[in-house]
């Protein structure tokens, strides 16, 4: 098992990796294309890093194709800058017949100091879809599986259904 890398949190390998937050979903590490002329990551970066780590979440309930239909508000608290590390925590918070709802919670490890900042948080609903683009309800039983090193499988943990 790797130790946990400086401001991140140590989780265990039962829970899926997962903490209060969530799991960790996406690490990215912006580049100068992503800024504006003042140093500071463009908001739609952010808004596409939250997409792709709901996506991610969302897989975890069945390997097919998944849609954002919605992401609620969101609110930046904090600027990311170039060289400042963007992690992405991502926890099912309601699973229905087609659709899971997902939270994502942005910090930023600062550059040069690694102090942890929040940025934002959004909640965001991926709908599971066919080839069509119809959309299809997935299986709760038949979970996605994960694959860890060394080849081992994992069931992945499911959400709780909510009316």
Known sequence: MLAPIMGEPSTSPSDGGADSRGR??????????????????????????????????????????????????????????????????????????????VEVDVEAERYGSAHVVHVTAARLVMVATDDQGRAIPFTRSTAATETRAGGEQTGVQQGQEQP
């Open 24 to 101: 960790l979903a996406l690490r990215v590490m912006p580049m100068p294309k992503d800024t504006n002329p003042y140093g500071s990551v463009f908001g739609g970066v952010i808004l596409s890093y939250i997409d792709q780590a709901g996506f991610i979440e969302a897989r975890r309930h069945g390997l097919h194709r998944w849609v954002t239909v919605a992401i609620d508000r969101v609110e930046f608290k904090q600027p990311v800058g170039v060289g400042d590390v963007v992690n992405l925590y991502a926890r099912t918070v309601r699973q229905g017949r087609t659709s899971v709802t």
